[in-house]
């Protein structure tokens, strides 16, 4: 249990490089840069 | 102001700085969008720069089944985010830059009475996460093949308040669309804004499921707050200045904990330190008492002691 916090640095390092790598950025960018009408209550 | 408010401020002056609208109309659309923000803040909203994890999160669970590669890819990347923020900074985004956990703070200010509520109410947060972050945009999928953002759509009232209300006043075509579903949101938003002011950081406390999720570093993160019992002498102050009403140490690095850091500035013994260490010690960071259960078991002890000396 004690390096349990280490594994969870190295799992955020390597989740973050293969989010980049792959493109993930790009889901958040589709669903950010557009105008949500669920989230103003709208639909 | 505090200096803790005044980075909030800040924060989220910052975090809502997009005036292109007021030129270009619309949103930001900008490369900072494909980024997270560790706070509560709509990416719908005309000012904001980030994207909203919790957005974020219900739009990769609707994804999910229509277009898992791509899904999985956002989910990468956000889980990668969460946990970094998390790690790094834990239920510090609740304390000291999410700018919802300000403007309820400001909100507490106004002189009205105060109330009460039972520790219990802040499970609902916890039905929240599962069912309107989780499970319902996973579950039922439009004629697209989409699921909703349920939290988002039902429920956020930074969602209401930075992206409904400022969009509906810059985009009047948009008015055509308000509805049961609108006037429900604004309802819950006037009584979270209103409960505020009586009750501190109401919503963090009985609903916020991305302040639920940060909750889980407090253990693991970088920053610990640890108790120093050789150099405490039960005073309860810490206990008093804790907007969270937190048992300490027992509940120090509990979910509820938003790192605040009241209870290590009014320790007048210095009993209470923040702590950085990429270890679990259990032993420091969960301790299973309170400083008034402590301080009541040694009046006991002295009392016995007395009467049988
Ligand atoms: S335990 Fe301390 S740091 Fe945590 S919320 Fe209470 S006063 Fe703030």
Redesign the interface.
């Known amino acids: ?6 594994v ?2 190295w ?10 790598l ?8 589709s ?3 557009n ?9 | 102001m505090k200096k803790r408010n005044f980075i909030q401020f800040l924060v989220a002056v910052w975090a809502n700085s997009y005036f292109g609208f007021l030129i270009r109309g619309g949103i930001y659309t900008g490369k900072l969008k494909n980024l997270c923000f560790p706070g509560l803040n709509c990416y719908s909203c005309p000012l904001a720069l980030m994207a909203c994890p919790l957005g974020i999160l219900q739009h990769v669970m609707a994804t999910l089944r229509a277009l898992p590669v791509v899904a999985v890819k956002g989910a990468l990347y956000l889980l990668g985010s969460l946990l970094f923020y998390g790690l790094l900074l834990g239920r510090f985004v609740c304390g000291w830059i999410c700018p919802f956990g300000f403007l309820q703070e400001m909100l507490y200010r106004i002189p009205l009475p105060k109330i009460g509520l039972p520790r219990r109410a802040r499970l609902l947060k916890w039905g929240l996460f599962l069912g309107l972050v989780l499970a319902l945009p996973f579950i039922f999928k439009g004629e697209t093949g989409y699921g909703e953002v349920w939290f988002c759509r039902t429920f956020c009232p930074a969602g209401t308040l930075e992206a409904g209300l400022p969009n509906l006043v810059l985009e009047p075509q948009l008015r055509s669309l308000i509805g049961l579903l609108f006037y429900w949101k604004v309802l819950l938003l006037a009584g979270i804004l209103l409960g505020s002011i009586l009750y501190l950081r109401l919503f963090c406390k009985l609903f916020c499921p991305l302040g639920l999720i940060y909750g889980f570093f407090n253990r693991l993160g970088l920053f610990r707050l640890r108790w120093q019992e050789k150099n405490c002498i039960f005073c309860g102050l810490c206990e008093k200045m804790c907007p969270m009403e937190l048992e300490i140490p027992k509940e120090l690095n509990s979910l509820e904990c938003i790192r605040c850091l009241n209870c290590l500035n009014a320790c007048p013994t210095k009993s209470i330190e923040l702590k950085g260490s990429f270890r679990l010690e259990t032993r420091l960071d969960r301790l299973p008492f309170s400083v008034a259960e402590r301080r009541h078991a040694t009046r006991r002890e002295s009392l016995r002691r007395n009467s049988s000396g």
């Open positions: 249990m004690k390096i349990l916090p280490k969870l640095w799992l955020a390092g390597i989740l973050l490089l293969a989010g980049v792959s493109g993930g950025f790009r889901f958040v960018f669903r950010a840069a105008l949500c009408l669920s989230c103003m209550g709208l639909q």
